[in-house]
Structure formats: structure tokens, C-alpha cells
């Protein structure tokens, strides 16, 4: 898995000695790793002899994307608060230090969003990571936040823990959570935590624009729409996948 993930999760195709430096196995043991993930069709081999992601791969997250019972019970609501903004909405679950993003309704404008569902972003200066993070408390906050690596993405960027935990003190006193052009320049957002049946943190739901027609205005307004929605999708979770009496 790590070899795969490794191969996977690359900016590029990697030759047999990118994946030898950063599995530190042997030769050999990799040799054969390789070789089965090829075989299975989970990596491939393209014509300059390096790997890439296999087909197999996409077929397999098809079918997780398409199973996922929370995806399910959120998309109607995902729908309609994009029907009420006009712009991208995401829904997205905290995986570790990153926020993996489950769903999203692409927004109606001609300049649009370049997030992808099943992308990966950074839990510390993202609306949807932020509302996520509010959400913890004790010591699974203090294990995420012990293992951040903070990167300044833009001048906004929160860049270390005692800003962090401020902006989480704020955060749950008003139930959202903003990205104001803290991961990329020129977008900005409002997000929600979602909660599931048994009130322990499952996802967080954003809406999301080009800064340039998302002023602090529309900002602040869309903040009531996304902290209802991220309730709806609670009580539904907990109406639909909660305990059976």
C-alpha cells in the first residue's frame, strides 16, 4: 500500500529508482511489489518505463464514491444550498491532517472551481478544514495539531498553533468557519461541521467562490445558509444512519 500510495499520490510518472528512494526497500523486494500492482492493474507502466496509476485504480474509487451512504444522505441538501449561492459547494471528511474532499456541486458561473473530489488539502487554512477542526477537542485535536507542518500558501495563511486555536475559539462561538484567500490567492469560502448520529465529527460542508464576486458581504450572508445546511445534514444522518430502536 505505501508503494502504491506513493506511485499514486505523485506529481508525475516515477522510475523504478523515484519509488527505490522513497520506499527504502530492497531492490528485489520492490522489484516484485511493482510488479504485482502491475499485474493487478493498480499501477502501469507507461511507454517512457515509469509507473503510473492504473485504471483499476479509478474503478475502485468509482465504486466507493458511488457506495458512500454519507455522500448520499448529503448530496439533496449540497444541492440545494448550491441552488441558493450559485457557487461551488464541497463536502468534505477529515482524513488525518488533510481534508479529502467527498462531493461537490460545481458552481453555475463561467470561472469555476479547479478542486476535484477525492483531493486532498490542508486541514489548517481551508474552511471546510477549519470547521473540522473546531469540532475536536482533548486529545484528538491535540494529535492533529502536534503534527502540523505549516506552510504559508498566501499572505493570509495562518502559520502557527496559537493563531490556529484562536481562530477555532471563534469559530465554535459562531458555528462557520472562513477561508479568506488563507490556502489560494483569489478564493475565498465559508464552512460548516457536519456531525453524525452519534454527534462525534463526520464531515464539513463549504460554499465557495472567486473573490473577486465573493465580497465580505456575500461572505458573511451565505454564512447562515451553510451553518443550516451542515444541521440538516446532521439530523438527516442521524434520521437515516443513526441507531435502530
Known amino acids: 500500500m505505501a508503494v502504491l500510495e506513493a506511485v499514486a499520490l505523485a506529481e508525475g510518472p516515477m522510475r523504478f529508482t523515484d519509488v527505490l528512494s522513497l520506499s527504502g526497500q530492497p531492490r528485489g523486494t520492490l522489484h516484485r511489489q511493482l510488479s504485482h500492482l502491475v499485474q493487478e492493474g493498480l499501477l502501469e507502466l507507461n511507454a517512457d518505463h515509469a509507473y503510473v496509476p492504473g485504471l483499476r485504480l479509478l474503478k475502485l474509487a468509482s465504486a466507493s464514491w458511488a457506495r458512500n451512504e454519507f455522500r448520499m444522505v448529503a448530496a439533496p441538501f449540497l444541492e440545494a444550498l448550491h441552488r441558493e449561492t450559485g457557487e461551488t459547494v464541497h463536502l468534505g471528511v477529515l482524513r488525518g491532517r488533510e481534508i479529502i474532499y467527498l462531493d461537490k456541486v460545481e458552481s453555475r458561473q463561467a470561472v469555476r472551481m479547479n478542486s476535484q473530489i477525492g483531493?486532498?488539502?490542508p486541514v489548517y487554512?481551508?474552511?471546510v478544514g477549519k470547521a473540522a477542526l473546531s469540532a475536536l477537542s482533548g486529545p484528538a485535536l491535540d494529535t492533529i495539531l502536534a503534527g502540523i507542518e505549516y506552510r504559508r500558501f498566501t499572505p493570509a495563511t495562518i502559520t502557527d498553533r496559537a493563531g490556529l486555536l484562536a481562530e477555532l475559539e471563534a469559530i465554535r462561538r459562531s458555528g462557520v468557519a472562513f477561508d479568506?484567500?488563507?490556502h489560494e490567492p483569489g478564493i475565498r469560502?465559508?464552512?460548516a461541521p457536519v456531525f453524525d448520529a452519534e454527534r462525534a465529527l463526520a464531515a464539513g460542508v463549504s460554499v465557495t467562490g472567486p473573490a473577486y464576486r465573493v465580497g465580505e458581504e456575500r461572505l458573511d450572508?451565505?454564512?447562515p445558509l451553510v451553518r443550516?445546511?451542515?444541521?440538516?445534514?446532521t439530523a438527516e444522518l442521524s434520521a437515516r444512519l443513526g441507531p435502530q430502536r
Open 125 to 127: 487554512c481551508t474552511g
Open 180 to 182: 479568506r484567500e488563507e
Open 228 to 233: 443550516d445546511t451542515a444541521r440538516a445534514i
Open 221 to 223: 450572508g451565505w454564512a
Open 189 to 191: 469560502c465559508v464552512a
Open 119 to 121: 483531493n486532498a488539502s
